[in-house]
Nanobody, 118 residues
Framework: QVQLVESGGDSVQPGGSLRLSCAAS????????MRWYRQAPGKERELVAE????????YYGDSMNGRFTISRDNGKRMVYLQMNSLKPEDTAVYYC???????????WGQGTQVTVSS
């Protein structure tokens, strides 16, 4: 059974930091590009960051402005998103996504809520 389970979402003040985690199971993790998306109320889902299967290529969405860092541990089947200097506009549900590098296979987690507010 394929599972992506996010954790680490919380309510923080502006300028704070959070580390999101995504635990993967049920598929060959090292064959998949891993991505973080987010969706704020009333807005479309937005790509936050992605990392290739070996971790050799990383991409960040424009809105992240160097504040976020994506990483993965293939041995632990985990992907992380370190978020620093959080802003109220970072408030959203953050989703973990796995996409096979060569086949049209994609999986989604259930999401974790991040709220940035004073």
């Amino acid at each position: 059974q394929v599972q992506l389970v996010e954790s680490g979402g919380d309510s923080v003040q502006p300028g704070g930091s959070l580390r999101l985690s995504c635990a993967a199971s049920g598929f060959t993790f090292s064959w998949y590009i891993m991505r973080w998306y987010r969706q704020a109320p009333g807005k479309e889902r937005e790509l936050v960051a992605e990392i290739t299967s070996a971790g050799s290529t990383i991409y960040y969405g424009d809105s992240m402005n160097g504040r976020f860092t994506i990483s993965r541990d293939n041995g632990k089947r985990m992907v992380y998103l370190q978020m620093n200097s959080l802003k109220p506009e970072d408030t959203a549900v953050y989703y973990c996504n796995a996409a096979h590098e060569r086949q049209p296979l994609k999986y989604w987690g259930q999401g974790t809520q991040v709220t940035v507010s004073s």
